[in-house]
């Protein structure tokens, strides 16, 4: 199974992205999906979550201007980001919890990260 991210870059405040994971491989079906980001020096922390079902959560930081979504049929996630800050800056990765083909369990997979750098 594998991840991949695409849609980050280098925006002024105040502007928008959006990012996009896709999901990939032998995939029964995906649990919840998420995105995190982690910054220089910081640990890395949860932006947003989505269940199957289309539950979200978010993190103060984000609530009101990001926005998670998530294609079932694509096994894609989305974030869209607005208003965007200088401290929303971070390698931003996406998560998903996996059950695969022929695998008894839910597997934790992460994709290889996108940069999202935002200027003041």
């Known amino acids: 199974v594998q991840l991949v991210e695409s849609g980050g870059g280098l925006v002024q405040a105040g502007g928008s992205l959006r990012l996009s994971c896709a999901a990939s491989?032998?995939?029964?079906?995906?649990?919840?999906m998420g995105w995190y980001r982690q910054a220089p020096g910081k640990q890395r922390e949860l932006v947003a979550a989505?269940?199957?079902?289309?539950?979200?959560n978010y993190a103060d930081s984000v609530k009101g201007r990001f926005t998670i979504s998530r294609d079932n049929a694509k096994n894609t996630v989305y974030l869209q980001m607005n208003s965007l800050k200088p401290e929303d800056t971070a390698v931003y990765y996406c998560?998903?919890?996996?059950?695969?083909?022929?695998?008894?369990?839910?597997?934790?997979?992460w994709g290889q990260g996108t940069q999202v750098t935002v200027s003041s």
């Open positions: 998560n998903a919890g996996v059950l695969v083909a022929g695998l008894v369990g839910l597997y934790d997979y």
């Open positions: 989505i269940t199957s079902g289309g539950s979200t």
């Open positions: 491989g032998s995939i029964f079906s995906i649990n919840a």
